[in-house]
């Protein structure tokens, strides 16, 4: 599996995000070598920002309207960033084996968690989490994002701080 080949895609979808004002998060579903959903991250940009919309979530939305019965198994999430608790989550009840994520996210992501101090539904799940596939690539997305006075989302949080360190 080449990660740095599916990683550009999610890239694409962040840099997407970013050009509409969002905070650049971009996702893509892959299935053997084929990459069977994407997302980017939407709903940052209003006064109050929507948490629902996560790459990862509208990549899984997109995936569930394709209504194909594809090995959850074979199916790899490739992430400009960790997932959070909830895409985790999300990703762990749809027995999706293995996430590769670029950038780490010091606030808020999920990958770290022990999958044996969870309720039983998320235990029994084998996941592989590779980190770091190009990283200085969406690192600089998100410097961009956080470098831009008019994007306020996470503007001041640990997130931004650690970001803009770098």
Not at 26 to 53: F, K, P, Q, Y
Not at 94 to 101: A, D, G, H, L
Request: some cysteine.
């Amino acid at each position: 599996m080449n990660h740095e080949f599916f990683m550009r895609h999610a890239l694409k979808e962040a840099q997407k995000a970013l050009l509409s004002g969002e905070f650049p998060v971009g996702c893509v579903v892959v299935s053997g070598n084929r990459l069977i959903a994407a997302g980017s991250r939407v709903g940052t940009t209003g006064r109050i920002a929507s948490e629902l919309d996560h790459a990862e979530m509208v990549a899984l939305r997109q995936l569930d309207a394709l209504n194909e019965e594809i090995d959850p198994g074979g199916m790899t999430v490739y992430s400009t960033m960790e997932p959070c608790l909830m895409c985790f989550g999300a990703i762990l009840i749809n027995r999706i084996q293995k996430i590769v994520y670029a950038y780490e996210d010091v606030m808020g992501g999920a990958t770290n968690c022990a999958l044996a101090a969870l309720p039983q539904l998320y235990q029994k799940n084998k996941i592989s989490i590779i980190s770091n596939v190009l990283r200085e690539e969406s690192l600089d997305l998100f410097k961009r994002f956080f470098s831009n006075p008019k994007n306020s989302y996470w503007k001041g949080s640990r997130l931004s701080e650690y970001t803009l360190e770098q």
